[in-house]
C-alpha cells in the first residue's frame, strides 16, 4: 500500500502564497509522475499543475506564472508553491502520484485533500 499525505493548506488575503507538501510512503518501488488537482464546490475537479520523474513540468493556463511545482525524489515529496493567490484559487487540492509499488504494480494515488481558501 501506498499513502499520500497532504499539508500545508489554509486561509489567506488574495495575493498571499502558501506552500503545499504532499509525502508519499509505503510499499514504493518507484514514484512516476507526481502533481496536484483541485476541486472548487460546484465544479469537477482538475488539473493544477505535474511534475515527471525527468521534472518534466506542465501547468494549468490559469496558474501559470504564479504556481511553481517541484519535487525532492529523495523524499518522495513533491511540492506546490502557490503564489499571487486569487479567490478563484480556493479549492480542495489534491495530491495525485502514479507509482509503481514493490509488486511492480503501477497505478495512480490520491491524497485525502487540503483545503485552500484565498479570501478577497
Known amino acids: 500500500q501506498v499513502q499520500l499525505v497532504e499539508s500545508g493548506g489554509g486561509l489567506v488575503q488574495a495575493g498571499g502564497s502558501l506552500r503545499l507538501s504532499c509525502v508519499a510512503s509505503?510499499?514504493?518501488?518507484?514514484?512516476?509522475?507526481m502533481g496536484w488537482y483541485r476541486q472548487a464546490p460546484g465544479k469537477q475537479r482538475e488539473l493544477v499543475a505535474v511534475?515527471?520523474?525527468?521534472?518534466?513540468?506542465n501547468y494549468a493556463n490559469s496558474v501559470k506564472g504564479r504556481f511553481t511545482i517541484s519535487r525532492d525524489n529523495a523524499k518522495n515529496t513533491v511540492y506546490l508553491q502557490m503564489n499571487s493567490l486569487k479567490p478563484e484559487d480556493t479549492a480542495v487540492y489534491f495530491c495525485?502520484?502514479?507509482?509503481?509499488?514493490?509488486?511492480?504494480?503501477?497505478?495512480?494515488?490520491w491524497g485525502q485533500g487540503t483545503q485552500v481558501i484565498a479570501s478577497s
Open positions: 495525485n502520484a502514479d507509482v509503481t509499488d514493490t509488486l511492480l504494480i503501477s497505478r495512480p494515488y
Open positions: 509505503g510499499s514504493i518501488f518507484r514514484i512516476n509522475s
Open positions: 511534475i515527471t520523474a525527468g521534472a518534466i513540468m
